[in-house]
Nanobody, 119 residues
Framework: QVQLVESGGGLVQAGGSLRLSCAASGSIFSINSMAWYRQAPGKQRELVAAITSGGITNYADSVKGRFTISRDNAKNTVYLQMNTLKPEDTAVYYC?????????????WGQGTQVTVSS
């Protein structure tokens, strides 16, 4: 089992920045990829960014050039640096870990952290 705890969400004005953190604990040796998803009211959950254990990253087109995902394996923590935030970035952001090769879905999820960007 892996537990994920997110932090760093909040209210920010458009153009501002936030950094989300996700600390993993438990059977962390099993973790391969980690990712950030978000879900806005009335919308489906979407992948924001992902990072493999080797540091390979991928991003949603909507956040490329503005968001950066990084990983500190020594601290078992993944970060999402969000710059030039827009009102449409408002959502609950979820950390996910351990991508299953069978289902191509993440096994573990955090409780979510709210990000609100005001115009």
């Amino acid at each position: 089992q892996v537990q994920l705890v997110e932090s760093g969400g909040g209210l920010v004005q458009a153009g501002g920045s936030l950094r989300l953190s996700c600390a993993a604990s438990g059977s962390i040796f099993s973790i391969n990829s980690m990712a950030w998803y978000r879900q806005a009211p009335g919308k489906q959950r979407e992948l924001v960014a992902a990072i493999t254990s080797g540091g390979i990253t991928n991003y949603a087109d909507s956040v490329k050039g503005r968001f950066t995902i990084s990983r500190d394996n020594a601290k078992n923590t993944v970060y999402l640096q969000m710059n030039t935030l827009k009102p449409e970035d408002t959502a609950v952001y979820y950390c996910a870990a351990d991508l299953s090769p069978l289902t191509n879905e993440y096994t573990y999820w955090g409780q979510g952290t709210q990000v609100t960007v005001s115009s």
